[in-house]
């Protein structure tokens, strides 16, 4: 079983994108993050001709919004409330195998580092605890089948980011995000897919900025997308692929897709 997670900053915008890579890469499942578009615009069609006819959407107007496209049919699909600003940033799926996936969008939380002075980031570690809530409520169920991911904007590792030093101090790689991440992680005893081949002496990035001028000459990137598989599936991981070729393609998203392979 091979998934993917994408932020694709704007599905309609890059709808050509996601047709090119589902062509190319032929995921059997897909999920997106920043779809920027309400569930009734969504544009379902071309990617049922390719087909993802199996479609689970949860959208908004203009900002945010997650989405689940598959091969393989749904037994169930839910959304869980993380978010108490009320945006559309979690799908939950289950699939006929057994495997639960949860799809996330956690919030950037803006550019200053301070829940009193900056709303946005105190809505982001709100929402990474409701999420290690969520999971630590879920310990008994580690053996069963789930991945959790999605962009969750934080960057937790030195070598997740171009410069540990300089960004100590940026968000998605202040301290107080990085450790409430690994709560998360150890919430559920989720491996990242990502660390579980590249160690973690080695710089990974899934997330290059606009404002480069040269994107790939620079590289300053970070690793903002993940995928976590609980315990388990973890005998079921095979591989993972982080696609940085795409960060060049014309109108590219500022981030490209992590793929990881299961056997399942």
Same mark, same amino acid.
């Given at each position: 079983? #091979?998934?993917?997670?994408? *932020?694709?900053?704007?599905?309609?915008?890059?709808?050509? &994108?996601?047709?090119?890579?589902?062509?190319? $890469?032929?995921?059997?499942?897909?999920?997106?993050?920043?779809?920027?578009?309400? *569930?009734?615009?969504?544009?379902?069609?071309?990617?049922?001709?390719?087909?993802?006819?199996? $479609?689970?959407?949860? /959208?908004? #107007?203009?900002?945010?919004?997650?989405?689940?496209?598959?091969?393989?049919?749904?037994?169930?699909?839910?959304?869980?409330?993380?978010?108490?600003?009320?945006?559309?940033?979690?799908? $939950?799926? #289950?699939?006929? *195998?057994?495997?639960?996936?949860?799809?996330?969008?956690?919030?950037?939380?803006? +550019?200053?580092?301070?829940?009193?002075?900056?709303?946005?980031?105190?809505?982001? &570690?709100?929402?990474?605890?409701?999420?290690?809530? =969520? =999971?630590?409520?879920?310990?008994?169920?580690?053996?069963?089948?789930?991945? &959790?991911?999605?962009?969750?904007?934080?960057?937790?590792?030195?070598? +997740?980011?171009?410069?540990?030093? $300089?960004?100590?101090?940026?968000?998605?790689?202040?301290?107080?995000?990085?450790?409430?991440?690994?709560?998360?992680?150890?919430?559920? +005893?989720?491996?990242?897919?990502?660390?579980?081949?590249?160690?973690? +002496?080695?710089?990974?990035?899934?997330?290059?900025?606009?404002?480069?001028?040269?994107?790939?000459?620079?590289?300053?990137?970070?690793?903002?997308?993940?995928?976590?598989?609980?315990? /388990?599936?973890?005998?079921?991981?095979?591989?993972?692929?982080?696609? #940085?070729?795409?960060?060049?393609?014309?109108?590219?998203?500022?981030?490209?897709?992590?793929?990881?392979?299961?056997?399942?």
């Amino acid at each position: 079983m #091979k998934v993917a997670t994408w *932020n694709i900053n704007s599905v309609r915008h890059r709808i050509g &994108l996601v047709t090119r890579f589902l062509r190319d $890469q032929q995921p059997d499942v897909l999920a997106l993050q920043e779809t920027k578009v309400i *569930n009734e615009l969504f544009p379902a069609e071309p990617l049922r001709k390719l087909g993802y006819v199996h $479609q689970a959407i949860h /959208g908004q #107007k203009a900002y945010h919004g997650v989405a689940i496209l598959s091969r393989l049919p749904f037994q169930e699909t839910r959304v869980e409330d993380f978010c108490r600003e009320g945006h559309a940033r979690h799908m $939950q799926v #289950k699939f006929e *195998n057994g495997l639960e996936l949860h799809n996330f969008y956690v919030p950037a939380g803006g +550019d200053i580092p301070d829940p009193k002075r900056n709303e946005k980031f105190d809505h982001k &570690l709100h929402f990474l605890k409701g999420m290690e809530k =969520f =999971f630590s409520a879920r310990r008994t169920r580690k053996s069963d089948p789930m991945m &959790l991911m999605g962009d969750l904007n934080v960057a937790p590792l030195e070598n +997740d980011v171009w410069s540990h030093k $300089q960004l100590l101090d940026v968000v998605s790689h202040t301290p107080v995000e990085t450790q409430l991440l690994g709560e998360v992680q150890s919430a559920l +005893d989720w491996t990242d897919s990502t660390r579980h081949f590249i160690p973690e +002496d080695e710089k990974i990035y899934s997330w290059w900025s606009y404002r480069a001028l040269d994107w790939e000459a620079s590289d300053r990137g970070r690793r903002l997308d993940h995928a976590w598989i609980s315990p /388990g599936l973890k005998g079921a991981l095979k591989s993972q692929t982080i696609l #940085k070729k795409m960060r060049g393609w014309q109108k590219a998203s500022d981030h490209v897709p992590l793929i990881v392979e299961l056997d399942i």
